[in-house]
């Protein structure tokens, strides 16, 4: 289960540091503190998609369990 784990992490943590950048960038107020938001905002989308990716791969491997 860690294996699927680690590539849905992959996946997901990137998307989630992609949303969190867009959202900086989009909105004039969070974009002047851009330097300062963006490497924390990626930093902490990457982190919580550890625990989102453990619940996913175990979901998958109860699905696939009886195969």
Do not use: E, N
């Not at 992609?18 to 989009?26: D, E, Y």
């Amino acid at each position: 289960m860690f294996k699927i784990a680690a590539l849905i992490w992959m996946v997901l943590g990137t998307t989630l540091a992609g949303v969190a950048l867009i959202v900086i960038v989009t909105i004039p107020r969070l974009f002047d503190l851009g330097m300062v938001l963006i490497p924390i905002a990626c930093g902490a989308a990457a982190i919580l998609a550890i625990p989102l990716s453990y619940l996913i791969a175990r979901q998958i491997a109860a699905q696939t369990a009886g195969r």
